[in-house]
């Protein structure tokens, strides 16, 4: 008889905020979690029997398919950026100078006081500390 594998339903509550942490767009993050079940469901009776071993090889899935989707998405901003450059180059916008450095040093003679150190002072201990 086959083993049944262990639902993944106690984990849904911090997968999907995980998935949502690194990929910052909630339809991203829910098709990362679609993935993860997919995964965890054709693994079938492979999944870790221990629950926090379980629990960790789940997040260790959301975490690949959460990067999965930042290298599409990074792929996809590439190709479409490569893609509007064919035929036309144009020249980088003139920067303006930059603001001049103002002086800020001290005048030979300044007329203020050196500084002094400050000064230490004890502060009472608490009454509930005792030494």
Not at 23 to 51: M, N, S
Not at 68 to 73: D, H, P
Not at 79 to 94: E, F, K, N, S, V
């Amino acid at each position: 008889m086959q083993r049944r594998a262990a639902p993944p339903e106690p984990y849904l509550d911090g997968l999907f905020p995980y998935c949502l942490s690194v990929l910052c767009d909630h339809d991203a993050a829910t098709a990362a979690l679609a993935d993860v079940l997919a995964l965890a469901d054709r693994r079938g009776q492979r999944v870790p029997d221990a629950a926090g071993d379980r629990r960790a090889w789940l997040y260790a899935l959301a975490r690949w398919a959460c990067l999965r989707k930042l290298a599409e998405a990074k792929q996809k901003r590439q190709g479409t950026h490569a893609a509007g450059r064919h035929g036309t180059h144009r020249q980088p916008a003139a920067r303006p100078p930059p603001p001049p450095v103002p002086d800020l040093s001290l005048p030979p003679t300044c007329p203020c006081p050196p500084p002094t150190p400050p000064q230490t002072s004890w502060l009472p201990l608490p009454h509930f500390i005792n030494l």
